[in-house]
């Protein structure tokens, strides 16, 4: 994912791969000024749990106008499940105030692409009483269910293209 690491970018968007000060400021709570009021979430603060220096596969920031109204990101880079497909998890969330503009659609599909190119299935977590989230989801081709996950989340699967 050689070019994960210069960025992303879509029409109304640009996926911004964290760094180390991104990582630090987020855990330690500071406040920058391209940060939407309500970022970082709950949510982004577990993402930056997941962060490792350098990887390509981890968070990125969600930027619209210039300001970060939420994050896209892999749990880690591609395993090998057990039917020998490389398989990555895959998580997204915005603001509120950023929600229902298709913004979390966009930036999946922005992920997608190098992806793709590595042939890639995908899973996502999401809760069942995120219709938001699962239309998301299904948009992106995730159209496999496997079940639920420990914490009652569906656990739905997206096949390598």
Do not use: C
């Amino acid at each position: 994912m050689s070019d994960q690491q210069a960025g992303l970018a879509t029409t109304r968007l640009r996926l911004v791969l964290w760094d180390a000060a991104t990582v630090a400021a987020i855990k330690a709570g500071d406040r920058r000024p391209t940060w939407h009021p309500d970022f970082p979430r709950e949510d982004d603060l577990g993402a930056a749990s997941l962060w490792h220096d350098g990887d390509p596969w981890g968070p990125r920031s969600i930027v619209r106008d210039g300001v970060v109204v939420g994050s896209i990101g892999f749990f880690g880079p591609p395993q090998t499940a057990d039917d020998g497909v490389p398989e990555a998890e895959v998580g997204y969330g915005l603001v509120e105030e950023a929600r229902g503009q298709g913004l979390a659609t966009e930036a999946l599909e922005a992920v997608l692409v190098p992806i793709d190119r590595q042939h890639v299935r995908l899973r996502a977590s999401i809760e069942p009483t995120n219709k938001a989230s699962l239309r998301v989801a299904a948009k992106a081709g995730f159209t496999g269910l496997r079940g639920a996950n420990e914490d009652g989340e569906l656990v739905l699967v997206r096949p390598p293209r």
